[in-house]
């Protein structure tokens, strides 16, 4: 059964930092996509940085300079660290992963990340 679990959210000021992580099980990261996305209150769930087969790593225009993803395939482990937090980061995060020997993706629950003012 495969299981992605997100952890690592909270709240936080303005200007600080939070280090997500998401670990995966029944399924392998290596050589697959695997994405952050995240969901405002009102809002549609939105593609916030992803890391492509060949390790290309890519952020929505909004976390640019601010965010890093990363992963360890030997884990089977996905991060996201996310700096200089502003208040429209705040948001529902949610791990996705598609592996490379099967076109289906998967979620994890999320993990709420409140940024306050």
């Known amino acids: 059964q495969v299981q992605l679990v997100e952890s690592g959210g909270g709240l936080v000021q303005v200007g600080e930092s939070l280090r997500l992580s998401c670990t995966g099980s029944g399924l392998i990261f290596g050589g697959g996509l695997v994405s952050w996305y995240r969901q405002a209150p009102g809002k549609q769930r939105e593609p916030v940085a992803w890391?492509?087969?060949?390790?290309?790593?890519n952020y929505a225009s909004s976390v640019e300079g601010r965010f890093a993803i990363s992963r360890d395939d030997a884990k089977n482990m996905l991060y996201l660290q996310m700096s200089s937090l502003l208040p429209e980061d705040t948001a529902d995060y949610y791990c996705?992963?598609?592996?490379?020997?099967?076109?289906?993706?998967?979620w994890g629950q999320g993990t709420q990340v409140t940024v306050s003012s």
């Open positions: 996705s992963a598609r592996p490379a020997y099967h076109n289906v993706y998967y």
């Open positions: 890391i492509t087969a060949d390790g290309t790593t």
